[in-house]
């Protein structure tokens, strides 16, 4: 059975407010003479954000997948797939703000990046554990929860800041 995990809601949602809360004055604040372009920029922008953040992992009986959007690969990121029993370990390394990045390493030594930003993340390691037979305790999600609501939060009071601002 083939299961899907998108990336989680919430990141999405950070990352396109932020866009629109640092891009949304753009179009008010240029020339009259460039204001169409701007506009068709902001909205190409956009698109190009909403698309990069569409990324999944298919998981099923024999494999694991991570795959990306046409314009994710246009910017340098790879799909990638890797059969589960070609996974001898799952590699722990820190990051520099404090949290950890795990990988698959593979009977070839090749590395792949765990997805940790996927929704319904406690299925997905699950899936893991079972076909694995590894040990994932320490696998979560590479930065708390509350980390992208809170950005969420802070982008969308900046929008409204910026409405209120340009519409009076």
């Not at 009259?32 to 920029?41: T, V």
């Not at 690969?73 to 001898?88: A, V, Y």
């Not at 950890?100 to 299925?123: A, C």
């Not at 076909?131 to 809170?150: C, D, F, H, Q, R």
């Amino acid at each position: 059975m083939i299961e899907k995990f998108k990336t989680l809601f919430f990141v999405k949602s950070s990352l396109i407010s932020l866009y629109l809360a640092l891009t949304i004055p753009i179009p008010f604040i240029t020339s009259e003479n460039l204001k169409i372009l701007s506009i068709i920029f902001f909205i190409f922008g956009l698109l190009l954000i909403i698309n990069i953040t569409n990324d999944y992992v298919n998981t099923c009986d024999n494999k694991i997948s991570y795959e990306i959007s046409f314009i994710s690969k246009i910017f340098g990121k790879k799909n990638w797939e890797i059969f589960w029993k070609d996974i001898k370990l799952i590699k722990s390394l820190p990051t520099s703000q404090g949290s950890k990045v795990h990988y698959f390493i593979s009977n070839k030594d090749e590395s792949f990046l765990v997805p940790q930003r996927v929704e319904n993340f406690k299925r997905f390691i699950s899936i893991v554990e079972n076909k694995t037979n590894l040990n994932i305790n320490g696998l979560s999600y590479i930065s708390p929860l509350w980390t992208y609501k809170l950005l969420t939060f802070l982008s969308v009071l900046m929008i409204i800041g910026e409405i209120i601002t340009f519409t009076i």
